[in-house]
């Protein structure tokens, strides 16, 4: 009886298959070679000054305007924090029900500071405060932030054809796959439109797993609505950012700004090494100020993450005593 009792639980509790460290040693990799990359320029520019490494950076870092600097990053994070908290909050409202804006306030900033490590997982726990705090179910949250994360995507892509159509050419060479990648885009969200609407492929069971339940109450407005949410975020950043690396010393415009800042937020917004990268990105676009624009990319990035954590502390409380509380 021992025996057949112990045969059962090893068929119902499968042990769990190790995941494959090959996708972690290309992260790896990957992470690796942006900072090899940089490493390579910065040293690069210090012998041309004729200094080493590390007074070449500290050089840079000396010649910021740091109080106007944190006035203005601060201004932007949490500018950023109340459009992302309306976003999330409509999209519920959209899809599931009522939630006020003050209640999701605590659980989003609370998120951010999971999001250090992770903005997919940040959106995870999200929707297991809003399960156990509204007693939503787990798949209805789950879906309206898959919702999010699908719009994010293409709301970078649409600003990142704006951005190419304005000013493509001051791009480097490698965006001039853009178009392509835009096209692409258009017919996949026209196709994913119509699939979700049953015009295509009516008779198909797909569309109805419960984690897609968003997508089948989304209508073309919905998508257009987030869009117009979101964008104030990313039309101020290209306005903080062009202010902010003024006072890294590099001359920029808005226009410089428009093309290059939604593709360096998209690669910001993916999992490690993907971060590295959008730090590496700035000496790629800024050539002739690798100093400036390697300390702009690390510094920017890493205040924005690590000071919307700090919002996340100060909310921390109120999420577990909504969390928590009978």
């Known amino acids: 009886m021992t025996d057949q009792t112990e045969t059962v639980e090893s068929q119902e509790n499968p042990v769990k298959k190790k995941a494959s460290p090959i996708g972690r040693i290309v992260f790896l990799i990957l992470t690796a070679a942006c900072f090899g990359y940089l490493y390579f320029r910065l040293n690069g520019a210090a012998a041309r000054e ?123 060479e490698v965006f001039s796959i853009m178009p392509l990648i835009s096209a692409g885009a258009a017919v996949f969200f026209v196709v994913w439109v119509l699939y979700f609407q049953g015009t295509i492929l009516p008779n198909s069971t797909f569309r109805e797993k419960k984690v897609l339940h968003a997508f089948n109450k989304a209508k073309p407005w919905h998508y257009m609505a987030f869009f117009l949410l979101r964008s104030p975020a990313l039309l101020a950043a290209i306005i903080v950012y062009t202010i902010a690396l003024n006072l890294f010393g590099v001359e920029a415009s808005f226009m410089t700004l428009l093309p290059f800042l939604p593709v360096i937020f998209f690669a910001a917004a993916v999992p490690t090494p993907m971060r590295a990268a959008a730090i590496t990105f ?22 924005f993450i690590l000071f919307n954590a700090a919002i996340g502390l100060i909310f921390w409380r109120k999420a577990q005593k909504d969390l928590f509380s009978d």
């Not at 976003?87 to 209640?103: C, E, G, L, Q, R």
């Open 50 to 172: 004729g200094m080493s490494l590390v007074e070449y950076m500290t050089q840079v870092f000396s010649t910021v305007d740091w109080v106007p600097w944190l006035g203005l990053m601060v201004c932007y994070s949490l500018f950023y924090f109340f459009i992302d908290t309306l976003v999330v909050t409509k999209a519920m409202n959209w899809f599931i029900s009522d939630i006020k804006y003050k209640d999701i306030l605590p659980v989003r900033a609370s998120a951010y500071i999971i999001s250090i490590f992770n903005e997919q997982v940040g959106k995870g726990a999200m929707a297991f405060y809003l399960n156990k705090r509204h007693q939503i179910p787990g798949w209805e949250v789950g879906s309206v932030m898959l919702f999010i994360m699908f719009c994010e995507i293409f709301y970078l892509l649409v600003w990142a054809s704006i951005g190419f159509a304005v000013g493509g050419d001051s791009l480097p």
């Open 282 to 303: 700035w000496v790629i676009l800024f050539p002739d100020n690798e100093g400036q624009m390697a300390a702009f990319g690390f510094v920017q990035h890493n205040f």
